[in-house]
């Protein structure tokens, strides 16, 4: 049995409860819709979306397994190469490496690779498969290959990466071609312009001798005024100092000098200067024969160049590891047929939910409280569970509280009485049973209590009197058991005229000498009509005045019209539904019939309400939760503001929340960073696009210079100082410089790490960059295979790093392996970072073992392992004291293992560790053992010796040479 939470709201107005703004006759405004309903739908009818959900998640598996499969990728390494000879013959940039990978990705490529498969592959089909990796650090370039099978994919990674190189020398090799026929043309062209020229130096006749002219005056003149205009367009930008201003005064100076009178040459015949147009000279025909014959002889080589190049092309690219299988990396099906299936399981589970949603809204029946007060437009009073499965106590309790709740909700008669109609939409929907228990509980309260059932009732009630007529029409109330606290009363058939007439007996009943607790009346609704209804009204208002009574009328479904009837006269009407048995459209219907009798409708109250566990259990769960993290908010915020007002601490979050992040404070050489040797530069002047210079590099001297600023000292000094100390150098020549100064890129600033990384050396220092940083440049720690396991090489412990002599305090083992941040501090320039390389792991095994010597280290390596790793013991080798040295050589430690309890198994083995020494000594008696075995040895020998001298003749008798 459960009671509903929100019977307890929208109350009725009277006897003081609070409650909601009901309408006229009863009528309550419509509440919203309860989130809380259709989760106990859903929690109720789980079955189906988890039905779905296992279809589909099937479902998914199996498009899983059918469409994906377990792939293999193989890997080869491609190294971009830019020969010399390609860009001295072309003239061209270094190919970069984007435009490398563009042309490793061409259709013509693809295409030709996959035709030379076995069986063929289209392009599309191999570029689906192939991922192209450049390595931005390096000029190396992995071409994956991913395939079904890992032969396959092997086979079809060489085979790329075989016709990529192949394909970048026949690019290079077309280039060639191509410059071949240009220059074959020009060869061409100049054969012909040579053949020309020879043909019109034959017809020349011989050069004339050289005559001593001189220059007319006239253009002497010109010449000087000219010059004598453009010193004043100079020294409008120049100073007096200025090489340009120097030099322009020196030719006006020459001139002037050859203008001079008594110049010789100067009144020279003007016929003297008069000659040829030059194209009938012979000496300038001969000069241009010359100038086409070092131009054919220029092309003649730079075509042999192409030819040679074109014969034999180095192309963009070189093979630096093909793919082999060891590398090939798998690929499973699994994570994708998993996720698919998750996924359809989902869908399967989003499909149940809303095709059982759907079930539910179009189900007219009144389920809940919600639909209830949503159809009947009535506030719910009360309500309960399956009172069949109650036990005695249980429905006591529940008749109880119920009454209790009605009795604040309804209106009350005057004298402290109550009179409760309930009517229903049909019939077997708990009409009975609830009269029944509402007068139990209303009788144990002390209430004098008269239930009127409409229709004969289906059984009899357990604590009352039926009161009925006997043919002779006199009431007869026969008690099985008088001092019985339930008395069971039989039932004698009787007409029901004589009672509505005779209210009065049954007052009786009620109040006198020998009244009863509860008196029932049944009323057939065959007799109904005009005088009855009178008497039916003159008997309710003679017992509504009957002092603390209960008067409880079982009136039949609303559809039959004697239940319109009855209740016309009742203060109260119940409207009373069973869970999932009445529909909507027949409730609506039978209510408005109800209303427009004008019947006064109280409210309604549900039977058979559904569980509302998920409902009480959540809202208390999360009220509690709600309660934990308020809680612990407030915990929080005081330790974060100890000593700041409330107020005080909400400005401190809000400004902390809407702050930008504080940059860590810039290192000395970064707020001063000056220039050094090797950084380059790009000068200019404002005003003068013309005169700029690029990637000027500083010199290793410290000094750059630019236009007439010469070997100016440029390291040491900031952009900004060396930008002044430039102006003030060219101020000398120039009026008012502005030099303008971009640094291209920086050089000088480096560091240093060495030691176990793949990549020692002298880094440039070219931007902020931390310790973490230069061990990733120099591309990590050097590593080594042992024992099939990859192991670093790299001594933490004793790494340092070292600033302008001084070694800072860098913890690396907490860097490095305990993830401490605070440990990575920035580099500064000439820092020498030194990662120390760790001892390769061993433990040494010496004395009496067959193969005595180093042994290789595993975590799990114990003494005995280590001697069997030697071959084993010797047979002079004293078991029982195995010697194990560990530690320093100035303070070791000695372990004593019995080897024999080992192999016995009376004792564990002893584990080692790196370094140890393990010596097996030989047994003490073993000497003794020797000496023993050569005495006996020796005895044997001459007793046998003895014995035979003594029982055994000698073999030879006579001699055998005569």
């Not at 809407?658 to 940059?663: G, M």
């Amino acid at each position: 049995m459960n009671e509903q939470a929100d019977f307890n709201a929208n109350p009725g107005q009277r006897n003081g409860a609070p409650g909601l703004s009901a309408g006229r006759n009863g009528t309550a405004t419509p509440p919203s819709v309860d989130v809380w309903s259709f989760a106990e739908i859903l929690l109720l009818r789980w079955r189906w979306p988890a039905l779905a959900g296992v279809v589909l998640a099937a479902a998914g598996l199996l498009f899983g397994l059918v469409h994906w499969h377990s792939t293999y990728t193989a890997p080869a390494q491609l190294i971009s190469y830019n020969a010399p000879s390609a860009i001295a013959l072309f003239g061209q940039r270094e190919i970069s490496g984007q435009t490398l990978v563009g042309v490793l990705r061409s259709p013509e490529l693809l295409q030709a690779a996959g035709a030379q498969a076995r069986p063929p592959v289209s392009a599309a089909t191999l570029a689906g498969g192939l991922n192209i990796m450049p390595d931005h650090n390096s000029d190396i370039i992995v071409a994956a290959v991913t395939d079904k099978t890992p032969q396959r994919a092997l086979e079809l990674a060489n085979l790329y990466a075989r016709n990529a190189v192949a394909y970048t020398q026949k690019m290079q090799a077309q280039s060639a071609a191509e410059m071949d026929e240009f220059f074959s043309r020009q060869l061409t062209n100049t054969d012909t312009q040579i053949a020309a020229l020879d043909q019109q130096a034959g017809e020349l006749p011989a050069p004339a001798s050289e005559t001593n002219a001189v220059a007319p005056a006239g253009p002497l003149l010109e010449q000087l005024q000219t010059a004598r205009g453009e010193l004043v367009t100079l020294l409008a930008k120049y100073t007096d100092a200025h090489p340009l201003v120097q030099a322009k005064r020196a030719e006006i100076a020459a001139l002037e000098k050859e203008l001079a009178p008594g110049t010789p040459g100067t009144a020279a015949n003007p016929a003297t200067f008069a000659a040829g147009s030059g194209e009938d000279d012979p000496t300038v025909v001969r000069g241009k024969l010359e100038a086409l014959e070092k131009t054919r002889l220029d092309l003649l080589n730079q075509r042999q160049a192409v030819r040679a190049f074109e014969a034999n092309p180095p192309g963009f690219c070189r093979l630096l590891a093909p793919a082999i299988l060891k590398d090939v990396v798998a690929h499973s099906r699994r994570a994708k047929v998993f996720a698919v299936c998750m996924l359809a399981g989902l869908l399967g589970v989003a499909g149940g939910l809303a095709v059982v949603l759907l079930i539910e809204i179009a189900d007219d029946r009144l389920k809940t409280a919600s639909d209830v007060r949503r159809v009947t437009q009535l506030p719910v009073l009360a309500g309960g569970g399956d009172l069949s499965r109650l036990t005695e106590t249980e429905r006591y309790d529940w008749a109880f509280r119920t009454w209790t709740r009605l009795q604040g909700r309804l209106s009350p008669s005057p004298n402290h009485g109550l009179v409760v109609g309930i009517t229903s939409a049909g019939n077997g929907e708990g009409r009975s049973t609830w009269v029944q228990l509402l007068a139990e509980a209303a009788s144990l309260l002390g209430f004098r209590v008269l239930t009127i059932a409409t229709s004969p009732s289906p059984r009899h009630l357990g604590t009352r009197t039926d009161l009925m007529e006997n043919p002779t029409g006199k009431f007869t109330a026969e008690i099985a058991n008088s001092n019985s606290e339930s008395p069971e009363i039989s039932m004698v058939p009787a007409p029901a005229s004589n009672i509505l007439a005779t209210p009065a007996e049954v007052t009786e009943k009620l109040t006198g000498p020998n009244s009863q607790p509860v008196v029932h009346i049944p009323l057939p609704g065959w007799v109904w009509n005009l005088e009855r209804r009178k008497q039916w009204q003159d008997a309710l208002q003679h017992w509504a005045r009957i002092d603390n009574i209960v008067i409880l009328v079982e009136l039949p479904p609303a559809a039959v019209p004697e239940s319109v009837l009855l209740a016309e006269n009742l203060p109260n009407v119940v409207w009373l539904t069973a869970s999932g048995q009445a529909t909507a459209a027949r409730t609506s219907e039978q209510l408005d019939t109800l209303r427009h009798a004008r019947c006064h409708l109280a409210g309604a109250v549900l039977n058979r309400a559904p569980e509302s566990a998920l409902r009480k259990r959540f809202s208390r769960w999360l009220n509690a939760s709600a309660l934990l993290v308020v809680l612990n908010l407030s915990v929080l915020h005081a330790a974060d503001n100890p000593g700041l007002p409330p107020s005080t601490n909400q400005i401190a979050e809000t400004s902390l929340a809407a702050a930008v992040v504080p940059r860590e404070p810039r290192a000395d050489w970064q707020q001063h960073f000056t220039l050094g040797a090797g950084d380059i530069l790009n000068f200019s002047l404002y005003g003068e696009p013309t005169l700029t210079e690029l990637n000027v590099p500083i010199g290793p001297d410290g000094r750059v210079s630019y236009l007439e600023a010469q070997e100016v000292m440029a390291a040491g000094l900031t952009i900004d100082e060396l930008r002044s100390k430039l102006d003030e150098e060219l101020a000398k020549y120039r009026r008012a410089p502005r030099s303008i100064i971009t640094p291209v890129a920086f050089n000088s600033k480096k560091y240093f790490l060495l030691g176990s990384v793949m990549r020692a050396g002298a880094f440039q220092l070219d931007r902020p960059t931390t310790i973490v940083e230069a061990i990733a440049r120099a591309r990590g720690f050097e590593t080594v295979v042992q024992e099939r396991d990859l192991v670093e090489l790299a001594d933490l412990p004793r790494a340092f790093l070292v600033r302008h002599g001084r070694r800072m305090p860098v913890d690396f083992e907490k860097l490095f392996l305990q993830g401490d941040l605070s440990q990575n501090i920035p580099l500064a320039p000439d820092d020498y970072l030194f990662i120390p390389p760790a001892d390769v792991k061993q433990v040494y095994v010496v004395g009496e073992v067959l193969t005595p010597g180093a042994a290789p280290y595993n975590v799990n390596l114990s003494a005995v392992g280590a001697i069997a790793e030697q071959g084993g013991f010797t047979p002079r080798a004293w078991k029982q004291k195995v010697l194990v040295i560990r530690g320093s050589l100035s303070h070791p430690q000695a372990f004593v293992v019995d080897a024999q309890d080992v192999l016995s198994a009376r004792t564990s083995d002893f584990k080692l560790e790196p370094n140890d020494i393990v010596y097996v000594h030989y047994r003490p008696w073993a000497k003794a053992e020797d000496i023993l075995d050569l005495a006996a040895t020796a005895f044997v020998q001459s007793a046998i010796i003895t014995w035979t001298d003594i029982h055994a003749g000698p073999l030879i008798t006579r001699p055998i040479i005569q």
